[in-house]
């Protein structure tokens, strides 16, 4: 990221979440973030920026308002947010769906804390969150593939491994009878922006559950 780039990002950041204050040694952002103008709700964080736009900053949630739990989504070990799979943030970010900073904290970080503060009323997340485990894994690559079939699942993905291209004239894996390219193929080509390591270590997770 060039530097006037990264510099406007920044400035944009600080303009849009005025109570957030930018440590630049660190690369970390710290302070209150309002996420609803509303209710004034908001959230005390801390923004590591890290190896982004590689991969997703770290944040934590150092008010301590969210229980240290991994169902409340908080990574016990590192005490740090759980947004989304490793296979779903590649996606989200080599696809350009997640491009600047302010993309990462209106679109990922903000609705994570909405997403909480719903929790806590009503028990359970307005928008849904991937458990985590196999179940997280799985629901993950069904929202990538659209597939509803770990058995599917895993030969997609020992596929794409293998050969990294599939005839478009092929009969799909879904089963239902159609050529490739007129049912799946936009959703087996997002595979492409996942690492071959993800695919990997998620594939050997999900082959252990389907065996036992």
């Known amino acids: 990221m060039q530097n006037n780039e990264f510099a406007i990002q920044l400035n944009n950041v600080l303009k849009e979440h005025p109570l957030l204050k930018y ?10 973030l309002i996420v609803d103008d509303e209710d004034n709700d908001s959230y005390k964080v801390e923004i590591q920026l890290g190896e982004f736009p590689k991969k ?8 301590e308002r969210i229980p240290r739990k991994l169902d409340r989504h908080i990574y016990l070990n590192r005490e740090d947010c759980c947004f989304t799979t490793l296979a779903m943030q590649q ?5 350009g769906r997640i491009k600047t900073i302010p993309d990462f904290i209106n679109k990922i970080v903000i609705p994570y804390f909405q997403n909480n503060s719903y929790y806590e009323i009503n028990g359970k997340y307005k928008n849904g969150e991937y458990e985590h485990g196999i179940e997280g894994v799985f629901q993950a690559y069904q929202d990538i593939l659209e597939l509803n079939s770990i058995k599917i699942t895993i030969n997609v993905l020992i596929w794409h491994l293998k050969n990294k291209k599939l005839g478009k004239n092929e009969h799909c894996f879904c089963g239902n009878g159609k050529k490739v390219k007129d049912c799946h193929l936009y959703k087996y080509n997002d595979l492409k922006y996942i690492n071959d390591d993800t695919i990997k270590s998620d594939l050997s997770i999900l082959i252990a559950n389907f065996k036992k």
Do not use: A, M, N, Y
């Open 23 to 32: 440590d630049q040694t660190e690369r970390v952002f710290k302070g209150t």
């Open 91 to 95: 996606i989200l970010l080599r696809k």
């Open 56 to 63: 997703f900053p770290l944040v934590w949630e150092v008010g």
